[in-house]
T-cell receptor, first 114, second 114 residues
């Protein structure tokens, strides 16, 4: 089956620094990638939709200047959390879409901001 | 706007018994897809089953079946012969056929007792 990877799987950073999370589709070309955020014991909340070669579409309430998304190629999308603060600590999950309704999830990245 | 509701925060089931996890949805789109995902404590999202709005028959995948009642806007997941490894969070999700982005329910934490 289709495989999506995320790197790093976990990261600890200091408040005020920026963190980049990579999402890669390993064996297929992903025209669309999605970024989700999940707090403990809560559901996944869609942050943004990323299409290759174009600007990401952010969901209402998500700061695009804080969560920078780049989808530079058909196999790679990156999420950069700029000037991270403790409230940004969360589980970030990406997914990649290949055909009509097939969407494959990455294993997630656990971000802790101290 | 699309909405997914899971009203059972937690469920218990005895090993080898069947369990039903509830999911109701709301959408004005005639074409949509319904998904169920399993999320173990590791955090990965595992796809279980899919039901298209125009599918005539209820979807089945091994021990998983989806009880799709379109008029009631419900898409309950039935797990037969529960196993200890089924203990996890279960999310119901809906996608439209345009962008494919998923809207998730609140989740149900299933615990299988030996």
């Amino acid at each position: 089956g289709a495989v999506v990877s995320q790197h790093p799987s976990w990261v600890i950073c200091k408040s005020g620094t920026s963190v980049k999370i990579e999402c890669r589709s390993l064996d297929f070309q992903a025209t669309t990638m999605f970024w989700y955020r999940q707090f403990p014991k809560q559901s996944l909340m869609l942050m943004a939709t990323s299409n290759e070669g174009s600007k990401a579409t952010y969901e209402q309430g998500v700061e695009k200047d804080k969560f920078l998304i780049n989808h530079a190629s058909l196999t790679l999308s990156t999420l950069t959390v700029t000037s991270a603060h403790p409230e940004d600590s969360s589980f970030y999950i990406c997914s990649a879409r290949e055909v009509a309704h097939e969407q494959y999830f990455g294993p997630g990245t656990r971000l802790t901001v101290t | 706007a699309q909405k997914i509701t899971q009203t059972q925060p937690g469920m218990f089931v005895q090993e080898k018994e069947a369990v039903t996890l509830d999911c109701t949805y709301d959408t004005s789109d005639p074409s949509y897809g319904l998904f169920w995902y399993k999320q173990p404590s590791s955090g990965e999202m595992i796809f279980l089953i899919y039901q298209g709005s125009y599918d005539q028959q209820n979807a089945t995948e091994g021990r998983y079946s989806l009880n799709f009642q379109k008029a009631r806007k419900s898409a309950n997941l039935v797990i037969s012969a529960s196993q200890l490894g089924d203990s996890a969070m279960y999310f119901c999700a809906m996608a439209d056929n345009q962008g494919g982005k998923l809207i998730f329910g609140q989740g149900t934490e299933l615990s299988v007792k030996p």
